[in-house]
């Protein structure tokens, strides 16, 4: 059944970005949730550069803003396939607060007016969920590429 949930989360957020409902992404996080981009590299080194470090739901509505009111970028299309989650700790959840940690693996399609479809960005999302009165909420997600490298800049999340 928690499995089910994080699944359906993940679906929502995908559909989210993919329809370009960029509003809606910091809804997906807790006020203090932490989003990050990071190389799979730096990440099995332990070192803390990644190309994106947001650091509260405050964080990732000025970058919605950015994107939507001030980055400018020839346009392109989005889509994210997110594979089934795996639970990775035991799940307590008797009561609020409790941590569900997840991984998933994901690939992210991009896909330019008149263009071919390109591979973006594939690895894994590394997830702490909360559950809240408003449902589960991403406490943090770590977007562990693989590749060294990232086509153009990265723009759009993740």
Not at 8 to 32: I, V
Not at 91 to 111: M, W
Request: glycine fraction near 4%; proline fraction near 5%.
């Amino acid at each position: 059944m928690l499995r089910l949930q994080v699944d359906a989360l993940n679906a929502a957020y995908a559909a989210a970005l993919d329809e370009r409902r960029f509003d809606d992404w910091p809804e997906f996080f807790t006020d203090d949730a932490l989003y990050q981009v990071q190389a799979r590299e730096n990440f099995d080194r332990g070192l803390p550069l990644s190309l994106m470090a947001l650091e509260s739901k405050a964080m990732m509505k000025d970058r919605v803003y950015g994107i939507t009111q001030t980055i400018y970028h020839a346009p392109y299309y989005t889509r994210h396939v997110i594979g089934p989650a795996q639970l990775l700790a035991p799940q307590l959840l008797s009561h609020e607060g409790d941590r569900i940690r997840a991984q998933a693996n994901y690939a992210v399609f991009r896909t330019r007016p008149g263009d071919a479809t390109q591979v973006y960005n594939v690895g894994r999302y590394i997830d702490e969920f909360v559950q809240t009165p408003a449902g589960l909420k991403l406490a943090s997600r770590r977007c562990i590429y693989d590749s060294e490298m990232v086509l153009n800049s990265l723009i759009y999340p993740i």
